[in-house]
């Protein structure tokens, strides 16, 4: 099937319905367990960055930093990151409002990977929205029920 096709329905989407992108809606594990390796052919020089809701403690998403996103988060007080899909530097939420403002950053013990502590300014903290349309406050909005299955844990 492709990107465009409901897994769930088995057939192809209707040519009225909206696209739906599998990797990011669908019930099928795509789990990407070469992505590290990725980064690492492609001589991306970032660490791991784990970006939790300051309030709830809630983990919104993982993305990356190389020095300059780790700098420019600091100059900002807004969450900055290196795409690695992109090669470039992002500020999240730039396009969608949904910035990141920053309370502190933590390193761990062999300081090989980091976490800002944040809070969202708007809506959410994915990019993907929820069947409302609304953003998602983040991105673990799927469960893993077998190395196969997800289920959608929104509404």
């Known amino acids: 099937m492709t990107e465009t096709q409901n897994h ?20 099928i594990a795509r789990i990407d367990f070469g992505k590290v390796a990725h980064i690492g052919r492609d001589g991306h020089q970032v660490v791991p960055v784990v970006l939790q809701d300051a309030d709830s403690g809630d983990v919104l998403f993982i993305g990356y930093a190389n020095d300059e996103a780790l700098r420019l988060t600091f100059e900002r007080r807004s969450a900055v990151l290196y795409s690695t899909s992109r090669n470039e530097i992002w500020h999240k939420g730039a396009t969608s409002g949904d910035t990141l403002s920053l309370v502190d950053v933590r390193v761990n013990c062999e300081q090989n990977s980091l976490l800002y502590r944040v809070r969202r300014d708007g809506g959410g903290a994915c990019h993907t929205r929820d069947a409302d349309g609304n953003s998602r406050p983040g991105c673990y909005y799927r469960a ?4 196969t299955e997800l289920r959608h844990l929104d509404g």
């Open 144 to 147: 893993v029920d077998s190395p």
């Open 8 to 27: 769930n329905s088995g057939s192809e989407t209707a040519p009225d319905a909206p696209v739906v992108n599998e990797l990011e809606e669908g019930t």
